[in-house]
């Protein structure tokens, strides 16, 4: 059993940054693929970006491209979403997950452990 916790959301200023981190216990955590998705009030989930257990390969919904960088620290066991340039429309609670995929995938329900969600707020 996997579990993980978010940390560094918030409320920024459009065009402004925030690094999310997700740390995970319980598991191996080099033998899972990590994502990060987000959820606006009235939306559905939807994907953001994921890693290879290795970090070496990353998937990005394009609204994030050039904005966002997820990255990942095996050594502790955390998986971090850069995000820059903000826009009012990132607003959302942002949850990690840990897949037992062999590639970044962007289908939720590939994902067997979520974190609890931590909310960022992008003021216009």
């Known amino acids: 059993q996997v579990q993980l916790a978010e940390s560094g959301g918030g409320l920024v200023q459009a065009g402004g940054s925030l690094r999310l981190s997700c740390a995970a216990s319980g598991g191996t955590f080099s033998r899972y693929v990590m994502g990060w998705f987000r959820q606006a009030p009235g939306k559905e989930r939807e994907f953001v970006a994921a890693v290879s257990w290795s970090g070496g390969s990353t998937d990005y919904v394009d609204s994030v491209k050039g904005r966002f960088t997820i990255s990942r620290d095996n050594a502790k066991n955390t998986v971090y979403l850069q995000m820059d340039s903000l826009k009012a429309e990132d607003t959302a609670v942002y949850y990690c997950?840990?897949?037992?995929?062999?590639?970044?995938?962007?289908?939720?329900?590939?994902?067997?452990?979520w974190g609890q969600g931590t909310q960022v707020t992008v003021s216009s």
């Open positions: 997950a840990a897949s037992k995929s062999v590639a970044p995938t962007r289908w939720g329900y590939a994902y067997d452990y």
